[in-house]
């Protein structure tokens, strides 16, 4: 049953601490994307991977690291450096990175709420 | 900057009846435009993908058109359902993906 999985479906942080979000997909896609979705806003790209050990920032970088140690997985963590963090993110991947044909898939996504 | 736009921001029809969804975005070189949907605390679903060179894509009850001369799509669905109703979402993807901020479909039984 392919896929993307995120966990956990729901995350609380305290206030100065630093979580990360797991993101794992079976699909043997080579890339895979962060989005971060707040209420009246579109998506908004944080970083994405179009290989293996490499990744770009997005839109809105600042306050999130990534890695890609094996194409499966992409790994998003929210340091205490990000001022709002509280939102709805969603992990996605495709074929390849921004290209004809390229559909892009997601998964159920972490809702994070800062206490 | 590639802007994406979604109008209306909610619709409400009653079943049956066939509607139109729009997406306008700023920048005609794009890959493709791809259609979702999302319901309330979800991830999103993928509707249809429609490539820069093809003027549209059908999917059963849903058909997706695109003009990039003019920088837009429509999504048309025919003959709405209760099980329809969620949120509707167009990405634009060129150098990366752009979203609308989608239009909140409720179809009323």
């Known amino acids: 049953d392919g896929g993307i999985t995120q966990s956990p479906k729901y995350l609380f942080r305290k206030e100065g601490q630093n979580v990360t979000l797991s993101c794992e997909q079976n699909l043997n896609h080579d890339a895979m994307y962060w989005y971060r979705q707040d209420p009246g806003q579109g998506l908004r790209l944080i970083y994405y991977s179009q290989i293996v050990n490499d990744f770009q920032k997005g839109d809105i970088a600042e306050g999130y690291s990534v890695s890609r140690e094996k194409k499966e997985s992409f790994p998003l963590t929210v340091t205490s450096a990000q001022k709002n963090p509280t939102a709805f993110y969603l992990c996605a991947s495709s074929i390849r990175g921004f290209a004809e044909n390229n559909e892009q898939f997601f998964g159920p996504g972490t809702r994070l709420t800062v206490l | ?109």
Request: with cysteine; aromatic share 8%.
């Open chain 2, 1 to 109: 900057k590639q802007e994406v736009t979604q109008i209306p921001a909610a619709l409400s029809v009653p079943e049956g009846e066939n509607l139109v969804l729009n997406c306008s975005f700023t920048d005609s070189a794009i890959y493709n435009l791809q259609w979702f949907r999302q319901d309330p605390g979800k991830g999103l679903t993928s509707l249809l993908l429609i490539q820069s060179s093809q003027r549209e894509q059908t999917s059963g009850r849903l058909n997706a058109s695109l003009d990039k001369s003019s920088g837009r799509s429509t999504l048309y669905i025919a003959a709405s359902q209760p099980g329809d109703s969620a949120t509707y979402l167009c990405a634009v993807g060129g150098n990366q993906f752009y979203f609308g901020t989608g239009t909140s479909l409720t179809v009323i039984p």
